[in-house]
């Protein structure tokens, strides 16, 4: 293979991969709603995210068109936090494993009105501004593309190890959960039995002194 065809096998490659690592999305918010979306992310992982209201017309925003923004940890920690803003960006790096969430408030106004809002998310290699790499590394095109990729494989061999964790820590609570439900049953079908024997000695006890038995 030709040194041109395996750059560009490598430059689609990490684009690919890269792709799959970032969330870009433009979604719709009515006056006075809220949306939330969640980015489930490991530790020392680096998160940035950026965004800003589709202006509807030409010239400045109207007033209708603000947001309030706020990135959270799993934990409720807060890392941005942007009060009647039209755009913004984060950046953090993660301190705890989970879902971290990024919501949008728009608000309220008379009379109701609907903003379409772009956003982007991007977390681990994705993150990284490879621009300033190639400035500082003075790196040809295959070197770039090499370092980038070498970066990616790191950031999902890594990401595979949280995943297993994630299943194991999942596996022990399903662990922990059927032998408390099989406990709980044991007890309900104990204290059944019980109740069952105290309604027949009851009973019989009855029949006994009416001397029916």
């Avoid at 040194?3 to 890269?18: A, D, K, P, R, S």
């Avoid at 490991?42 to 030409?58: C, D, L, W």
């Avoid at 595979?160 to 709980?184: D, P």
């Amino acid at each position: 293979m030709s040194t041109l065809n395996l750059g560009l096998v490598l430059i689609i490659l990490g684009f690919m991969l890269e792709t799959k690592m970032g969330e870009s999305m433009r979604f719709e918010l009515d006056s006075g709603q809220t949306k939330c979306i969640s980015e489930d992310i490991r530790t020392n992982a680096m998160s940035v995210g950026k965004y800003a209201i589709v202006n509807p017309h030409q010239g400045s925003l109207p007033h209708s068109h603000k947001l309030t923004v706020k990135v959270s940890s799993p934990y409720g920690h807060s890392y941005h936090i942007g009060e009647d803003v039209d755009s913004g960006n984060f950046a953090f790096t993660a301190i705890e494993n989970g879902a971290y969430t990024s919501c949008f408030w728009a608000i309220n106004h008379q009379p109701p009105v609907k903003i379409t809002i772009d956003f982007v998310w991007r977390t681990g290699v994705a993150a990284k501004d490879w621009s300033q790499v190639a400035k500082k590394g003075q790196v040809d095109t295959m070197e770039f593309e090499l370092k980038k990729l070498y970066d990616t494989v790191t950031y999902i061999h890594e990401e595979m190890y949280y995943l297993r964790e994630r299943e194991e820590e999942m596996q022990h609570l399903n662990k922990e959960t059927n032998s408390t439900m099989a406990a709980l049953s044991f007890f309900s079908i104990a204290l059944c039995l019980s109740v069952a024997g105290l309604q027949v000695w009851h009973l019989k006890t009855f029949f006994q002194r009416k001397k029916l038995l």
